[in-house]
T-cell receptor, first 113, second 113 residues
Framework: SQTIHQWPATLVQPVGSPLSLECTVE??????LYWYRQAAGRGLQLLFY??????ISSEVPQNLSASRPQDRQFILSSKKLLLSDSGFYLC????????????FGSGTRLTVV | KQEVTQIPAALSVPEGENLVLNCSFT??????LQWFRQDPGKGLTSLLL?????REQTSGRLNASLDKSSGRSTLYIAASQPGDSATYLC????????????FGTGTLLAVQP
């Protein structure tokens, strides 16, 4: 069966510090991968998606970047965090082909102080 | 612009009641629609997935319907229980290689014992 792992679960970082959140998928190959952010009191916003290794598309201009060094690994990064980067970050995957839905990870709560 | 709206934003019901959550989308050319549940501070759990060719899907006490022509979906919860308390999110997937989901802002459900 397919599983998705996301870590860390919580993170408190000072303004200006770097960020690296990791997401891995098991039990499937060639997945589409996604990073979403959920800010307090707001809906889910798609940040990045990837349809293959090294292929990253950004949905909104921001202080963050994403990378996909391996087929089932998706990393969200920042060189210098801003207060506004605080939020709940969710990784998700969907099959490249077929009609199956999305599966989400358990999320990372990021607080920038 | 493709938008997804959920009403009501919040709902409080006594235990045992049947209830309906509503989701509407502006672009009816959907690929599929997915209902999720989110507990506080947690990731998203998929409840039901309805393909564009389907009218409804059922899982236990949950039933989701889809009316593409009117741009609407409903999630029916029978005999509600306190454990059903959570935020319910509707998400619409449109065609294309990226399989991006567009989320509604959710309905916060509280089932009172």
């Amino acid at each position: 069966s397919q599983t998705i792992h996301q870590w860390p679960a919580t993170l408190v970082q000072p303004v200006g510090s770097p960020l690296s959140l990791e997401c891995t998928v098991e039990g499937t190959s060639n997945p589409n991968l996604y990073w979403y952010r959920q800010a307090a009191g707001r809906g889910l916003q798609l940040l990045f998606y990837s349809v293959g290794i090294g292929q990253i598309s950004s949905e909104v201009p921001q202080n963050l970047s994403a990378s996909r060094p391996q087929d089932r690994q998706f990393i969200l990064s920042s060189k210098k965090l801003l207060l506004s980067d605080s939020g709940f970050y969710l990784c998700a995957w969907s099959p490249r082909q077929g009609a199956r839905g999305y599966t989400f990870g358990s999320g990372t709560r990021l607080t920038v102080v | 612009k493709q938008e997804v709206t959920q009403i009501p934003a919040a709902l409080s019901v006594p235990e045992g009641e049947n209830l309906v959550l509503n989701c509407s989308f502006t672009d009816s050319a959907i690929y599929n629609l997915q209902w999720f549940r989110q507990d506080p501070g947690k990731g998203l759990t998929s409840l039901l997935l309805i393909q564009s060719s389907q009218r409804e899907q059922t899982s236990g006490r949950l039933n989701a319907s889809l009316d593409k022509s009117s741009g609407r979906s409903t999630l029916y919860i029978a005999a509600s229980q306190p454990g059903d308390s959570a935020t319910y999110l509707c998400a619409v997937r449109y065609g294309g290689a990226t399989n991006k989901l567009i989320f509604g802002t959710g309905t916060l459900l509280a089932v009172q014992p």
